[in-house]
């Protein structure tokens, strides 16, 4: 891994204006360049083509040098190529090359043998990082002399050794946890609660080219990935954490199929694409090493505790489903109408009805106000993403050890499926609890996506 030391070394040469001049050789700021991680060279790089016209002979002896890694030789290459310095069919070759990492794609497998030598080199490597064993499987069948075989070799065995598929036909994918190999793969997921907008916290703990880390993914069913960040964790110390997560009572977090986490991601992300919502950047360079791009369609593991079939006719578990609204799992969820004053003069005119009625009938006037209102939010913003939030509640309450809750939100989920029945009083209730805590000046308690998860210790 390259040093911060390194990096601030090459950024003091370049604002100093000595990057490149008489007192700092190309080989040198090479030899220190090559240090770095590939986000720090990307940095350095950006940080030469925008100093302008000063350091195109330092950017064009590195774009002909050897081990720079490929995002960076990209920067050169697009400045370059702007000034007509480089061949702009060689850099679109490598920026196809690139975009096969972060997506499923065709490519032309001999044409990257028609690149200059030290650019296949840095695709090689990149595709090694990437853990396309698939594609290095195949470019190894087609290497043009033993020089090229062994570096794709190496690039193969790092990828096949950070847990990528031995599969090459399905792309590059994590072994499940039960390999057999003989060393130790971590390959975990962790999730908090759902809240009432879909925000959920993914965390996988997995390991990724022989270093165990720790990805955080907070995500929402409707706009996909907005957060992503990792972290090196050593097992000893992420256990601790876990262990203080459950110490803490205001966090939740429970183990889950890494399988599913992964489905859900994907499943959250190709949404908020389709919505027009920009994807965490960083998430989107990481998708591969994580395994959401070749994760197929994983059953709900609620199944796996509960029948589907018997759900269905659990009425009186739906009938109660209010009982919920007092469980921690489901603390700061809003349900506010979406139009607050119309149903709000609906109440009034209820209350000051010049019918002559009891305050039975005045409840129940009420009732069908809110079960109304309810069914129409729930159809607005789509019945399935509230059912989908409601399964996740119901698999968190069966890992926390309250089967009678699990079921009796699984019941709820399951019932929201039929649009002609009456909506779970879970909804009409919570509604109520808002619009009267509106009404009360206080407003509801606000959804804090935050009130779940690791709490680092």
């Known amino acids: 891994?390259?040093?911060?030391?390194?990096?601030?070394?090459?950024?003091?040469?370049?604002?100093?204006?000595?990057?490149?001049?008489?007192?700092?050789?190309?080989?040198?700021?090479?030899?220190?360049?090559?240090?770095?991680?590939?986000?720090?060279?990307?940095?350095?790089?950006?940080?030469?083509?925008?100093?302008?016209?000063?350091?195109?002979?330092?950017?064009?002896?590195?774009?002909?040098?050897?081990?720079?890694?490929?995002?960076?030789?990209?920067?050169?290459?697009?400045?370059?190529?702007?000034?007509?310095?480089?061949?702009?069919?060689?850099?679109?070759?490598?920026?196809k090359w690139s975009a096969l990492c972060e997506e499923e794609g065709k490519c032309d497998l001999p044409e990257l043998?028609?690149?200059?030598?030290?650019?296949?080199?840095?695709?090689?490597?990149?595709?090694?990082?990437?853990?396309?064993?698939?594609?290095?499987?195949?470019?190894?069948?087609?290497?043009?002399?033993?020089?090229?075989?062994?570096?794709?070799?190496?690039?193969?065995?790092?990828?096949?050794?950070?847990?990528?598929?031995?599969?090459?036909?399905?792309?590059?994918?994590?072994?499940?946890?039960?390999?057999?190999?003989?060393?130790?793969?971590?390959?975990?997921?962790?999730?908090?609660?759902?809240d009432s907008t879909g925000a959920t916290f993914f965390y996988f703990y997995r390991t990724v080219f022989g270093k165990d880390n720790l990805f955080v993914v907070l995500m929402t069913d409707v706009?996909?990935?907005?957060?992503?960040?990792n972290f090196l964790v050593p097992e000893q110390k992420f256990r601790r954490i876990l262990e203080s997560t459950k110490q803490n009572p205001h966090a939740i977090l429970v183990k889950i199929d890494p399988a599913y986490a992964r489905y859900m991601v994907k499943k959250a992300e190709t949404e908020g694409e389709r919505r027009g919502h920009e994807q965490s950047s960083d998430f989107l360079s990481s998708r591969r090493i994580l395994g959401i791009v070749d994760q197929e369609e994983v059953p709900h593991p609620v199944w796996q505790k509960f029948s589907e079939d018997e759900l269905k006719n659990e009425t009186g578990l739906v009938s109660r489903s209010a009982e919920l609204l007092d469980h921690r799992v489901f603390e700061g969820w809003s349900f506010l109408p979406e139009d607050e004053g119309k149903i709000l003069l609906e109440i009034q005119n209820i209350n000051q009805s010049p019918l002559d009625l009891t305050d039975a009938q005045k409840e129940e006037r009420k009732?069908?106000?809110?079960?109304?209102?309810?069914?129409?939010?729930?159809?607005?913003?789509?019945?399935?993403?509230?059912?989908?939030?409601?399964?996740?509640?119901?698999?968190?309450?069966?890992?926390?050890?309250?089967?009678?809750?699990?079921?009796?939100?699984?019941?709820?989920?399951?019932?929201?499926?039929?649009?002609?029945?009456?909506v779970p009083p879970f909804f009409t209730e919570l509604l109520r609890q808002n619009l009267e805590a509106e009404l009360s000046e206080e407003g509801p308690t606000p959804t804090d996506i935050g009130r779940g998860g690791i709490v680092k210790a």
């Open 1 to 95: 891994m390259g040093s911060d030391k390194n990096k601030e070394k090459l950024e003091k040469l370049i604002d100093e204006g000595r990057a490149g001049g008489e007192n700092a050789k190309p080989e040198d700021f090479l030899k220190t360049l090559c240090k770095l991680d590939p986000e720090d060279q990307v940095e350095i790089a950006e940080k030469l083509v925008a100093e302008g016209s000063g350091r195109k002979s330092l950017i064009g002896s590195l774009y002909q040098a050897e081990d720079i890694e490929l995002p960076a030789l990209m920067v050169l290459g697009r400045h370059l190529a702007s000034e007509d310095l480089a061949d702009k069919g060689t850099l679109e070759t490598m920026e």
């Open 113 to 194: 043998f028609t690149l200059p030598d030290n650019v296949q080199s840095a695709v090689i490597v990149h595709l090694g990082r990437w853990l396309r064993s698939d594609l290095l499987a195949a470019l190894l069948d087609m290497a043009p002399d033993k020089s090229k075989s062994k570096q794709i070799k190496k690039a193969l065995h790092q990828a096949r050794s950070a847990g990528a598929a031995l599969d090459e036909s399905a792309g590059a994918v994590f072994a499940a946890p039960d390999d057999e190999r003989t060393f130790e793969k971590k390959d975990e997921a962790y999730v908090t609660p759902p």
């Open 223 to 229: 706009q996909g990935v907005l957060r992503f960040e």
């Open 367 to 422: 009732q069908d106000v809110f079960e109304q209102e309810a069914s129409w939010k729930l159809s607005f913003e789509g019945r399935n993403f509230w059912r989908e939030r409601m399964l996740l509640c119901a698999y968190i309450l069966g890992e926390l050890g309250e089967p009678e809750k699990a079921h009796m939100a699984a019941a709820a989920a399951i019932a929201l499926e039929d649009s002609e029945k009456t």
